[in-house]
T-cell receptor, first 114, second 112 residues
Framework: GAVVSQHPSRVICKSGTSVKIECRSL??????MFWYRQFPKQSLMLMAT?????????EQGVEKDKFLINHASLTLSTLTVTSAHPEDSSFYIC??????????FGPGTRLLVL | EDQVTQSPEALRLQEGESSSLNCSYTVSGLRGLFWYRQDPGKGPEFLFTLYSAGEEKEKERLKATLTKKESFLHITAPKPEDSATYLCAVQLRGTSYGKLTFGQGTILTVHP
């Protein structure tokens, strides 16, 4: 149980285009999901907290107009990187919070912006 | 300021050589402490949650303990497949929606 999926697992895009990443909790409902970014050999950096049916809460320094988050259902949250640039290249990971308050993580999405 | 510090940064063990990883925290109020394992290029995998000092949890070769200032992840007779980065994270009391604060991780390498 407690499986979280992400799609796509890898994406390469041109600078200036937008990329959407999906995060799904497969066997449980999650009113809260989180989006993280991880640079090589570093720990996870929380970008935003996503709550079903309401606006996301962004961490300090994260541009909400650049990283659009939608949490339309209890099992799906999406992160859209708008007008992506090479500096947005990174490993993006989502997590879904269970009723027991444990965060279960997806496998991550590797984004490369050329 | 709330802080989570893991040590050592990296640990090399021979197969069968038991050891411990440390996670010390300085926080205003702890609601829970979480341990995760992360393999390269993958998302973290949940291992344990600890809520109160004195609590212990075990899973195969791993045992997690918690005091008022720190947590230990004990690895007994490790195998090469235990090689990974081990992350600890704290959830603070009063944190909205269960936000976690992560340590920097300990990279464990177990040689055959």
């Amino acid at each position: 149980g407690a499986v979280v999926s992400q799609h796509p697992s890898r994406v390469i895009c041109k600078s200036g285009t937008s990329v959407k990443i999906e995060c799904r909790s497969l066997d449980f409902q999650a009113t809260t999901m989180f989006w993280y970014r991880q640079f090589p050999k570093q720990s996870l950096m929380l970008m935003a907290t996503s709550n079903e049916g309401s606006k996301a809460t962004y961490e300090q320094g994260v541009e909400k107009d650049k990283f659009l988050i939608n949490h339309a259902s209890l099992t799906l949250s999406t992160l859209t990187v708008t007008s992506a640039h090479p500096e947005d290249s990174s490993f993006y990971i989502c997590s879904a919070r269970s009723l027991q308050e444990t965060q279960y993580f997806g496998p991550g999405t590797r984004l490369l912006v050329l | 300021e709330d802080q989570v510090t893991q040590s050592p940064e990296a640990l090399r063990l021979q197969e069968g050589e038991s050891s411990s990883l440390n996670c010390s925290y300085t926080v205003s109020g702890l609601r829970g402490l979480f341990w995760y394992r992360q393999d390269p290029g993958k998302g973290p995998e949940f291992l344990f949650t600890l809520y109160s000092a004195g609590e212990e949890k075990e899973k195969e070769r791993l045992k997690a303990t918690l005091t008022k200032k720190e947590s230990f992840l004990h690895i007994t007779a490790p195998k090469p497949e235990d090689s990974a980065t081990y992350l600890c994270a704290v959830q603070l009391r009063g944190t909205s929606y269960g936000k976690l604060t992560f340590g920097q991780g300990t990279i464990l390498t177990v040689h055959p």
